[in-house]
């Protein structure tokens, strides 16, 4: 009795499953504790049933050996890691600004663990990474990611990734931009609290006996949440730019990984 699929369809499905399932691990929004794994699992078995199709199986490359194909798995579970951690980035600029402006008001001195990351986390960059997931949802980052996600197995053969020399040029050169970007979002920010350094300052002159950080404190803090308010929205169209560009550069990554 004949088999209703063959061998190579099935090594042909389970890679590209790697990958889907590797990449959703690590993306935006999927990669939360708060998305249950077996949900991610779901949606990986549902996006590689309608992906898997529309590749042809002459971009696989014959396994030969177990080990060969166990190659060729971890070469898609690198590729989807990469492709998770490079969707990322942008979001790391967030977080490079909400930690610079807890240090700045002392808003760090509280921290607490965050839930999605496991990792100590002050409110204020809790607060801006929400609104980032929020600005992100409502740009269709989600879907973008995906529909690079389904590009990349156009550019990048399965079981072809290529790891080299570009590929580190690349991070360094993303890990500068995420640097400046995080700085871009803090701007407004740090220019106020500098100001208000700079009054309590002058204050402390004027006022020698006034116990400045006693006062320093709250009003900082105070200033820091009024200021965040008003500013949300620059800090919202400030990252959705942030985010257009990173897309634009995506097809970039992809080409790296394939090794043009």
């Known amino acids: 009795m004949e088999l209703p699929f063959s061998l190579s369809s099935i090594e042909h499905f389970v890679l590209i499953f790697i990958r889907i399932a590797s990449a959703l691990a690590v993306l935006p929004i999927f990669r939360h504790r708060s998305v249950p794994a077996s949900l991610k699992a779901g949606l990986a078995l549902s996006l590689t049933f309608l992906i898997a199709p529309t590749i042809a199986p002459a971009s696989t490359h014959p396994s030969g050996t177990i080990a060969d194909y166990l190659v060729m798995g971890l070469s898609e579970t690198v590729c989807g890691l990469l492709m998770g951690f490079a969707g ?109 350094d700079v009054a309590l300052g002058i204050l402390t002159r004027v006022a020698p006996t006034m116990n400045v950080f006693v006062l320093g404190f709250p009003l900082k803090i105070g200033i820091t949440l009024l200021f965040a308010s008003l500013t949300a929205s620059t800090v919202a169209a400030i990252f959705a730019s942030q985010y257009s560009q990173f897309m634009q550069e995506m097809p970039t990554f992809l080409r790296i990984l394939s090794g043009h």
Not at 92 to 103: K, V, W
Request: aromatic letters at 8%; glycine letters at 8%; hydrophobic letters at 50%.
């Open 88 to 196: 990322q980035f942008v979001f790391y600029a967030i977080e490079i600004c909400g930690r610079i402006l807890g240090l700045q008001s002392g808003l760090s001195i509280v921290a607490t663990i965050d839930p999605n990351s496991e990792q100590q986390s002050d409110v204020l960059t809790q607060i801006y990474e929400l609104l980032a997931m929020l600005v992100f949802l409502s740009l269709d980052g989600h879907l973008m990611m995906l529909q690079a996600l389904r590009s990349s197995f156009d550019t990048i053969g399965i079981g072809s990734v290529a790891i080299d020399g570009k590929l580190a040029e690349w991070s360094v050169a993303q890990a500068g931009i995420v640097l400046s970007r995080g700085i871009q979002l803090a701007a407004p920010m740090m220019v106020t609290l500098f100001l208000s």
